[in-house]
């Protein structure tokens, strides 16, 4: 294991956005801030574990958002080998509805320095920039009617509750980011 652990601050980033929600073109970690913090979540468009998660995903979205937390996507895949995550790709995925920011790591910088290694793979983080939980969102992305467990919004409810999670960090179950050679 690498990159950002719970406790770690979170690093700054400037990327393209696919789905121009703020008007901005670029956006990064400051924009994406909410009162309460942030959660980054690093997903592609091709990988089953995202495609499955899709709807769980634009739900957490959409409470994080309600609930002054930053959202936001990040796409580090290898776009070249795998033109489904292009960035002309991932426009095309926010064209049919995102309630967040998509943003295209082309140089693959941002999933180094995070130590990002699956999609899907979210971190939350307090409005201090601490990583507070890094992980899944829960123990079945493919297949919602298997989930026994919800870690990722435990951790946004502690946080939001003012307290720190149970559960600060597990595996994140998904394909493995796709770098290139």
């Not at 936001?72 to 776009?79: E, I, L």
Request: proline share 4%; glycine share 8%.
């Amino acid at each position: 294991m690498g990159g950002l652990e719970p406790g770690d601050k979170a690093l700054n980033f400037e990327l393209k956005n696919a789905n121009i929600i703020d008007g901005k073109i670029l956006s990064s970690l400051d924009d994406i801030m909410g009162e309460n913090g942030a959660v980054v979540l690093f997903e592609c468009n091709h990988c089953p574990y995202v495609v499955g998660s899709i709807d769980r995903i634009n739900n957490v979205a959409k409470f994080a958002l309600e609930n002054k937390l930053g959202f936001v996507g990040v796409n580090s895949n290898d776009a070249i080998n795998y033109p489904d995550d292009s960035f002309e790709a991932m426009q095309k995925r926010a064209m049919k509805g995102m309630p967040y920011s998509y943003l295209h790591d082309e140089d693959q910088q941002v999933a180094k320095e995070w130590g990002a290694e699956r999609t899907p793979e979210f971190y939350l983080i307090n409005s201090n920039k601490i990583v507070v939980y890094r992980g899944r969102m829960d123990d079945s992305p493919k297949n919602p009617t298997n989930a026994t467990t919800s870690e990722l919004l435990d951790a946004i409810n502690s946080l939001l509750s003012d307290e720190s999670p149970i559960t600060t960090r597990t595996d994140s179950i998904g394909c493995s980011i796709k770098w290139k050679v």
